[in-house]
């Protein structure tokens, strides 16, 4: 059985400028509240906690050429605040939380790399937020997760991630887009799980899970859980590619044994294991 609630962590795509100059007279430095248009070309090694801030609406941080940000103690490495903030390109290393999206929401990150996270590599906090074409790895032993989407209408496109020891990419809120990833050798790969709100569990709904490719989980490679006091349904997956996880690659806790539940869509997904085993044959 797969029962994966988590509790509330405090209580699409959209035309980019095709060019970003800074419009501040200082280099981007460790600590600093980004409001405005910035680019980083620095290697920075932080200890303050965030190293970077990007507030929306205005805030937008290209990090390009030799640019990165290194944590070096626990943190969190690019905290989003406010709405519609944007960063792209660059690598955030060593870091509690790799970026942290919160404030009302509607960030984008796009084409960034988070190596070696501690607690999860993109946290999606708020709601409306779009991460996009990014690579999430981590090569220890940490139990960290990739992509976590907490918040609704959440989307997750593109990305390549690997080597999660806890998942590869989580939806725990409503109306998640989770399409076209690549996930390697984690734990759970892409898995739909449960808030925990005032004592409930609230299973994640009205989602999209589709033209992925998981390979390799050490668990389960897309899996629906249960039971929670409001289960997951109404979630389509579809077109997925799942191969060479340790127990099942799909699987739906709430679908019975002849798959005549339905409380979920599931089809046109090659696996070679699910359970129940009438799944991977819709």
């Not at 191969?243 to 709430?254: A, E, K, R, V």
């Amino acid at each position: 059985m797969f029962n994966y609630p988590k509790d509330i962590y405090a209580t699409g795509l959209v035309m980019l400028f095709s060019c970003v100059y800074s419009t501040g007279s200082l280099a981007v430095q460790c600590g600093d509240i980004i409001a405005n248009s910035q680019v980083l070309t620095d290697a920075l090694s932080c200890s303050d906690d965030p190293a970077l801030t990007i507030e929306g609406p205005e805030g937008f941080l290209v990090i390009e050429g030799e640019g990165s940000i290194e944590c070096t103690t626990n943190g969190i490495g690019i905290h989003m605040l406010g709405k519609s903030g944007v960063v792209m390109g660059g690598f955030v290393t060593n870091c509690d939380l790799g970026l942290l999206l919160d404030g009302d929401g509607s960030h984008k990150v796009i084409g960034v790399t988070v190596e070696e996270s501690s607690s999860a590599a993109i946290f999606a906090q708020s709601d409306g937020n779009l991460i996009r074409q990014s690579t999430v790895s981590n090569t220890t032993n940490v139990i960290a997760s990739g992509l976590e989407l907490d918040g609704e209408r959440n989307v997750a496109v593109g990305n390549n991630v690997s080597g999660f020891l806890e998942y590869g990419i989580a939806g725990f809120g409503f109306y998640s887009y989770i399409g076209n990833n690549y996930v390697e050798n984690s734990e759970l790969g892409i898995i739909l799980g449960a808030l925990v709100v005032d004592g409930e569990s609230i299973g994640a709904s009205y989602c999209v899970i589709e033209s992925n490719t998981v390979v390799g989980s050490l668990r389960t490679g897309i899996g629906i859980g249960a039971p929670y006091t409001y289960p997951n349904m109404d979630n389509l997956v579809t077109g997925n590619t799942v191969t060479g996880s340790g127990n099942d690659d799909i699987l739906d806790d709430n679908e019975e044994s002849d798959c005549s539940d339905g409380l979920n869509v599931w089809s046109n997904n090659t696996a070679d294991t699910s359970f129940p085993s009438c799944l991977k044959n819709l």
